[in-house]
Each structure stands twice: as structure tokens, then as C-alpha cells.
């Protein structure tokens, strides 16, 4: 990919239900998600905050990608009223249930066809939904550019090659790397304070440019997609438990009267 | 054969390489296969030896290439090893480390990948994995549409390390090479946690706060419930990212582990990664108000309630206990 003078940043973003609560098991090992109301993926909305902040600072154009989601259309709209300054929106038979490596080969597709080639592609570290944590390294390695995830912070110079990252490791302590630019990134949640988007902001955000792609113009269809895969659910399943907890009942008054005097016998208020 | 990757940081062997050796170790028994262990490193000092007994060979590829663990680098020694020596399945560690060059790795070479994992197992020789999904509300079993060995990382804390097997490993050097211009990043310095005042991973008694509790504001009710039960308050990762707790009493995958007499998690959910830090509690007390919400599952004593109407009469209902008491 060539890459132009302009500040030109990619977020990928995703739905995912924003109450698990709303998903029912069938019988049959599957999910039904008739009642489902989606939001932005968490993990993305910061990603999408950081792109916005980085083009507040030297310019440029942030679009914001979305793969399949089809039910999911006023999230493109929310994703433009929290920044985006245009949104590419891909679709096709088969995509909703695609895995995550199907999805990530379809974005970064979708990514390579543009006019103006990003310098930076975020995606969430993980999506809240499946938390695979697959997407951005499968978009990297099929764009072949460089790759890091659990950024916290992003140190960008105009005009610069490369990009200072804040990596989360574990047990709190963190790193600082260099990384070669363009890249994809693999944001984690907390690195910036992500907007809220009022209604007046979403209607409005309608007038921004929007893009229909097809998976037919990549030359994939259902059966492709399908192909791609490379895992998939067999079954979900309930969580087993091993011993439920012993559940107060009553108004406030007496659960906390009830708990009180349990943590006394146990003797772990002195 | 059953390959691991040995994650280690300044030094030290982490505990997941060992939880990661103990389910390999299990998963070879089953199919009278073999375990190795890569290391890859630029300085194998003490980092040998504790491997050996866990396998029944130690790979070490020792080259300065390796010094900052780059993803980049990790990927493209794995790569070779497993291009090479034909693996059938492979752990990785669910981590910072893993999760920068794994995925990558699998779509270079094609091969599947499966994250997260919490459970996995051969039936009839088909790889299948169990894994939490949607908040932790539901398992998901997951299995392979593709040829090929996975690439399997398993969540941290999961298979808790006990005795070695004692495989008693042969040491084998290996050599994979790495094109430094494939090398994208470069480390320049670690930044060490911001350490205040308290340290919840030695508390007794810990006071936890989650999302739940919705405003900075509302502390003030845990902060009394605190001070009522002479504990130190604690929290989930979004209060943290949110601003409203230091970094340092976070409770979870990125934060500390506990192991307090008394974990009392008010308005928590208990997403995996934040119950992987706190399931070693002796006791552990839930107040919220989603009685799906997967904390409960672990809690021993739960409240399913509006927490901002329990909270204040517990602490005041403890007050008055702790006064009473002879």
C-alpha cells in the first residue's frame, strides 16, 4: 500500500448486545437474538475516540468500517455522530454468521480497495460479545503491516513514520514501543474518555457520507465466506455451576440485617 | 506431539507457562503423545530448569533477536517451529504477549485458532474447546472447520499449576531464524504500576466496586461500608479506566490478584477476566441487581438488589453489630 500525504485512519467498528440478559438458548445449542439491541462495541468506541483525537491534532479523515451487522444500521450512524467523518458499511448473504477470520479477511479487503490507504487501522482489542481478540491481527497479517494490541496510549507526531505505543501488560505494568507506521492497532478500553452521542447528534450524523459495499464486489460470496472459516460454535451451552450461592431474600432492610450477622459468624467482622 | 510456548518477562518464568505445561501435560496423556516446551529468549539463566520436568523436551532457541519479546519476532520463531516440527495442537498463553502475535500467526499460515480458551479436549481425535462468551453468560464449544493444528490460548489462572509430571526433558537447541526487517516495533522501557499507600493483594478484607455503582459521586456509600468493616476498597476495570480508583486497586487480568477472607463485590458482573483475580477469596459476597450476572456463580452469599438501598443499611447494620459485640 502506498500511503498518502494526508492523515487518512480506518476504525473497525462492531455491534454487539448491549445485554447479554436479552439472549435466549434454544434447545437446539443456539442463540436467538429476536429481542437484541445493539451498541457500539465498547473496545471501539475508544479506538474511535483516539482516531478523532489524533485528527483534532494534524487533520485528516476518520471513516469508520463495519462488516456485515446488518440489523445493526443506526450503530454506523452512531459511530459518525461520535467522530467518524464517513463510514463504509460492507454487507452480504452468509457475513453475520462468518467467524472472526472470515470478517477480519473481508474488512481488510475492504481496506486495500480504498482510494486513500490508511496510516493507522484501529480495531477493539476484543469485542464484547465473542472477546476472541482475533480481528486486528487478522487484518494485519492480510494487509501484511505491522501490528500491536492492549495499546493505552498512542504518541502520534505529524509527519512522522512511526507511532509510540503504551502497551498493557499484566499485573499493572505496562510498556513503551516504537512501532512502524502505517499499522493496525489493537486498543484496549481507558486510554481516552469516549463521548457520549445524544440523539440530535445520531439524526444529524444521517447527512455524512455513507458507503454500501457488497461482498459480491470483492468477488465473495456466501459460499466463500463460509469457506473461510476456520472455527466455529458447535453449541452454546449454560454455564455450569458448581455450588450457588445462598441468595438473602427480603426488602433491603433484612438481606443486609441477614448478611450483616452472617459475616459476623464468620468471623470476618472484628 | 503437544507444543507449549514459555512466556517469560525480565526474567522469571510466568505462572500461566505452567498452567499451560500442566493441560498439555494432560491433554498428551490422553492421546499417548508428547509435550515440548519452547523457549525463546535471549538469556536462558535460570529459565531452563524448572521447565525440564514438565516435558519431555525443552526447545531453547537463545538469540539476542528475542530480547524485548516482540510480537514480531515470537511470531516468526514459533512459525518455523511449528512449520518444522508439526505440532498438533499448540498453547499459547491468553496475554498481553500472546494475543499480539497468535492471531497473526494463525492467518499466516492458515491455520485455526481458538481464544480464550477454558476447556479443551480430543473426542475421537477432533479438537473441541469451551470457551465463555456474551459477558460470561453462556459456554460456547467450539470446534475446527479447518485441517490443521490449532493454535489454542488459554485464559490465565485456569489450570492451576500442582506437581510437575515429571517428563524430566532433554534440553534440545534449536535454531529459528528471524528477519529483523520483519521486526516492526521496537521496545524502549517498561513503565512500572503505579504503587499507593495500599496494597489489595495483601488486604483481608476487600471492599469491590464495579460498574454498577454508575457515578464517581456514589463512592461515598462503599467508601462507608469500607470504613465500617476495616477494609481497603478495591475494583473492577472500568472504575479504573473510568478514572474514579487508581490504577493500582484494580482486581482482575490486568490488575492484582487477591485473596482476601472477605471479598464483598457490589455492583461487579463478574466478567472472567475480573473473577480470574479474585477466586482464591475465602469468602465472597455479591450485591447486585441482575441475578444472571455470573458473579453469583462464585459468590457464597448474594443479595439481588437495588445495591444503592443495601449498601448503606449494611453498613449501618454493621455498625451497629461491631458496636454491640463484647
Redesign the interface.
Known amino acids: 500500500m502506498d500511503y498518502n500525504e494526508y492523515m487518512h485512519q480506518v476504525v473497525c467498528v462492531k455491534g454487539v448486545?448491549a445485554s447479554?440478559?436479552e439472549?435466549e438458548?434454544r434447545d437446539d445449542g443456539t442463540?436467538d437474538d429476536e429481542w437484541v439491541t445493539y451498541e457500539l462495541n465498547e473496545w471501539d468506541e475508544y479506538a474511535l475516540e483516539e482516531a478523532v483525537s489524533i485528527r483534532e491534532g494534524v487533520g485528516g479523515t476518520v471513516t469508520a468500517l463495519m462488516v456485515g451487522d446488518r440489523a445493526k444500521e443506526d450503530l454506523v450512524f452512531r459511530s459518525l455522530a461520535k467522530g467518524a467523518d464517513r463510514a463504509v458499511r460492507v454487507d452480504g448473504e452468509g457475513l453475520d454468521q462468518a467467524?472472526t477470520?472470515a470478517k477480519?479477511r473481508v474488512a481488510a479487503g475492504a481496506i486495500d480497495d480504498m482510494d486513500d490507504p490508511p496510516i493507522l487501522v484501529y480495531t477493539g482489542?476484543q469485542a464484547?460479545?465473542?472477546?476472541?481478540?482475533?480481528?486486528?491481527?487478522?487484518v494485519?497479517?492480510?494487509l501484511d503491516l505491522?501490528?500491536?494490541?492492549?495499546i493505552v496510549g498512542v504518541e502520534y507526531e505529524d509527519g512522522a513514520d512511526v507511532l509510540?505505543v503504551?502497551?498493557?501488560?499484566?499485573?499493572?505494568?505496562?510498556?513503551?514501543?516504537?512501532?512502524?507506521i502505517p499499522?493496525v492497532l489493537?486498543i484496549?478500553?481507558?486510554l481516552n474518555d469516549p463521548p457520549y452521542a445524544s440523539i440530535r447528534e445520531i439524526r444529524a450524523a444521517r447527512d455524512k457520507p455513507v458507503v454500501e459495499r457488497s461482498l459480491d464486489e470483492f468477488g465473495l460470496g456466501p459460499v466463500a465466506v463460509t469457506e473461510m472459516?476456520?472455527?466455529?460454535?458447535?453449541?452454546?451451552?449454560?454455564?455450569?455451576?458448581?455450588?450457588?450461592?445462598?441468595?438473602?431474600e427480603g426488602d433491603?432492610?433484612e438481606?443486609?440485617?441477614e448478611?450483616?450477622?452472617?459475616?459476623?459468624e464468620?468471623g470476618?467482622?472484628? | 506431539m503437544v507444543l507449549v510456548l514459555a512466556e517469560h518477562r525480565r526474567g522469571e518464568l510466568r505462572d500461566v507457562s505452567f498452567e499451560l505445561l500442566t493441560k498439555a501435560d494432560e491433554l498428551a496423556t490422553a492421546s499417548d503423545s508428547k509435550v515440548s516446551v519452547v523457549l525463546l529468549t535471549d538469556e536462558r539463566n535460570g529459565l531452563v530448569d524448572p521447565l525440564r520436568p514438565w516435558a519431555d523436551e525443552v526447545l531453547v532457541a537463545e538469540d539476542p533477536v528475542f530480547a524485548d519479546l516482540s510480537g514480531d519476532a515470537i511470531r516468526q520463531g514459533l512459525g518455523h517451529l511449528i512449520e518444522s516440527r508439526e505440532p498438533d495442537t499448540i498453547l499459547i498463553g491468553h496475554t498481553s504477549q500472546g494475543l499480539e502475535f497468535a492471531p497473526r500467526l494463525a492467518a499466516q499460515l492458515e491455520l485455526p485458532i481458538v481464544t480464550k480458551v477454558e476447556q479443551c479436549r480430543r473426542e475421537n481425535g477432533e479438537f473441541l474447546a469451551e470457551r465463555s462468551v456474551y459477558d460470561d453468560q453462556f459456554g460456547a464449544e467450539i470446534g475446527l472447520r479447518n485441517d490443521g493444528p490449532p493454535l489454542v490460548t488459554i485464559q490465565a489462572a485456569t489450570f492451576p499449576a500442582g506437581e510437575p509430571p515429571g517428563r524430566g526433558g532433554s534440553v534440545v537447541e534449536v535454531d529459528l531464524p528471524v528477519d529483523t526487517a520483519e521486526m516492526a516495533s521496537a521496545f524502549i522501557e517498561y513503565l512500572e504500576p503505579e504503587t499507593g499507600t495500599v496494597d489489595i493483594a495483601e488486604a483481608d478484607v476487600l471492599v469491590s466496586v464495579g460498574r454498577g455503582i454508575e457515578e464517581e459521586d456514589n463512592l461515598d456509600i462503599v467508601e462507608d461500608l469500607a470504613a465500617a468493616l476495616d477494609a481497603d476498597i478495591a475494583g473492577s476495570r472500568p472504575l479504573i479506566d473510568n478514572g474514579w480508583l487508581p490504577s493500582d486497586r484494580q482486581v482482575g487480568q490486568s490488575g492484582k490478584t487477591v485473596t482476601p477472607d472477605l471479598y464483598l463485590a457490589i455492583g461487579i458482573s463478574g466478567a472472567s477476566q475480573h473473577l480470574m483475580g479474585m477466586k482464591g477469596s475465602d469468602t465472597v459476597v455479591a450485591i447486585n441487581n441482575d441475578p444472571n450476572a455470573p458473579i453469583f456463580d462464585i459468590a457464597d452469599y448474594g443479595i439481588v438488589d437495588d445495591l444503592f438501598d443495601v449498601v448503606p443499611a449494611l453498613t449501618d447494620r454493621l455498625t451497629q453489630e461491631i458496636s454491640t459485640q463484647p
Open positions: 448486545p447479554a440478559a439472549l438458548l442463540l467467524d477470520f477480519a482489542l464484547a460479545d465473542t472477546a476472541n481478540a482475533q480481528f486486528g491481527g487478522t494485519a497479517a492480510t505491522p501490528f500491536t494490541s492492549f509510540t503504551r502497551r498493557e501488560l499484566e499485573g499493572g505494568l505496562e510498556e513503551r514501543r516504537e512501532l512502524e499499522a489493537g484496549q478500553t481507558g472459516a476456520m472455527t466455529g460454535v458447535n453449541r452454546y451451552f449454560e454455564p455450569e455451576v458448581e455450588d450457588a450461592a445462598t441468595v438473602f433491603p432492610d438481606t443486609a440485617n448478611l450483616a450477622e452472617t459475616l459476623v464468620l470476618v467482622v472484628r
